[in-house]
């Protein structure tokens, strides 16, 4: 069973940065998506960003321009690279990674102090 493994949250201050990383376990075979999303407290999960097996892109509007995703395929590990971090970011953040079967982390805890 391949498992997904974040790591990179923590306590930041309004204006910082901080690096995710997510790695899998194993080999996943077919991957047509990594992804990013988060949940805050009382709130739904959003999409924060994707990369498909294009390379493109796409970004919730509240992200862009602040946070970038990117990949490396020969680990099977995606990033999310936050900078300009403000207090609303704050919620858990989880990877997905969409293959012949679909992956979710266990999900990291990003925390924005103002």
């Known amino acids: 069973q391949v498992k997904l493994v974040e790591s990179g949250g923590g306590l930041v201050q309004a204006g910082g940065s901080l690096r995710l990383s997510c790695a899998a376990s194993g080999v996943i075979f077919g991957i047509t998506a990594m992804a990013w999303y988060r949940q805050a407290p009382g709130k739904q999960r959003e999409l924060v960003a994707n990369?498909?097996?294009?390379?493109?892109?796409n970004y919730v509007d509240s992200v862009k321009g602040r946070f970038t995703i990117s990949r490396e395929n020969a680990k099977n590990t995606v990033y999310l690279q936050m900078s300009s971090l403000k207090p609303e970011d704050t919620a858990l953040y989880y990877c997905?990674?969409?293959?012949?079967?679909?992956?979710w982390g266990q999900g990291t805890q990003v925390t924005v102090s103002s």
């Open positions: 997905y990674i969409r293959g012949r079967d679909n992956y």
């Open positions: 990369i498909l097996s294009s390379g493109s892109t």
